[in-house]
């Protein structure tokens, strides 16, 4: 994505976002970021915090 944000404001709209680097799986619940992989269905409260460039520039949208 483009800007952090771009990655909050898709996170805030409901959106699922993935990592094109890890492959893992972004969301907010509760207004926190969870992650998860993408074969497991439990999301985890994430640590990442979008400091640098790197954090949201490999993130996509993931489409239904």
Do not use: C
Not at 1 to 29: D, F, P, R
Not at 56 to 61: D, E, F, V
């Amino acid at each position: 994505m483009k800007s952090k944000e771009s990655v909050l404001e898709a996170l805030n709209e409901g959106k699922n976002l993935i990592s094109s680097i890890t492959g893992l799986q972004y969301t907010l619940i509760n207004n926190k970021l969870h992650t998860r992989h993408s074969e497991r269905s439990d999301w985890n409260e994430s640590d990442l915090h979008f400091y640098n460039p790197p954090s949201w520039l490999n993130m996509k949208i993931i489409e239904d």
